[in-house]
């Protein structure tokens, strides 16, 4: 209910009618897991292909970043559970539907909302997502004059993200035999 309800007011606030067509997905999930993460997909590239190509470091460019990001993240997150229907999800999706009457408090309620839900349903592995996004901070800053082009922002972001993925996995992948360090 969360992440639909931050798709939606992300349509509003970004003026794209593309973030309504979560809501195919979200029918899709009362059906069949595997129809709905097939509408997700399908959401998420008919998205990318409709957003603005602006810079991170702009601010209109870092508003589509953090709306984009959390709404998507919110909604795989429910897509992947199931559609939770609970006083609570109730509460938080009213919280973020009244923060939208401004779009600074919308984005600063939005990342809370992101970093509750995740800390709720993920526990200790939120650390790992705090990371990347501290990590990708990190490096855009430093390499703002070198990584002027939105592409190049992404392969940051997305490389910081694999890192801290290989981080979040070592222990299972050497739980089955398969060392990721030299022994000595």
Do not use: C
Request: net charge neutral.
């Amino acid at each position: 209910m969360i992440g639909l309800m931050a798709s939606i007011l992300a349509a509003v606030t970004l003026r794209n009618p593309m973030f309504l067509l979560i809501i195919p997905a979200y029918a899709l999930r009362l059906r069949s897991r595997n129809a709905a993460l097939i509408g997700f997909y399908a959401y998420t590239i008919a998205l990318a292909a409709t957003l603005p190509s602006t810079s991170i470091y702009e601010g209109a460019g870092l508003k589509v970043a953090v709306i984009t990001g959390s709404s998507i993240l919110l909604a795989l997150d429910e897509v992947l559970r199931g559609i939770e229907v609970e006083k609570e999800t109730l509460a938080v999706s009213g919280v973020l539907t009244a923060s939208a009457l401004n779009d600074y408090t919308f984005i600063i309620i939005l990342v809370g909302v992101t970093l509750y839900t995740l800390h709720r349903n993920f526990g200790k592995a939120l650390a790992y997502l705090v990371g990347w996004l501290v990590g990708s901070v990190l490096l855009l800053y430093t390499g703002r004059e070198r990584l002027s082009d939105p592409a190049a922002q992404a392969l940051v972001i997305l490389g910081v993200g694999l890192i801290f993925l290989l981080l979040a996995e070592r222990k299972e992948a050497e739980f089955l035999e398969v060392a990721l360090r030299e022994k000595d």
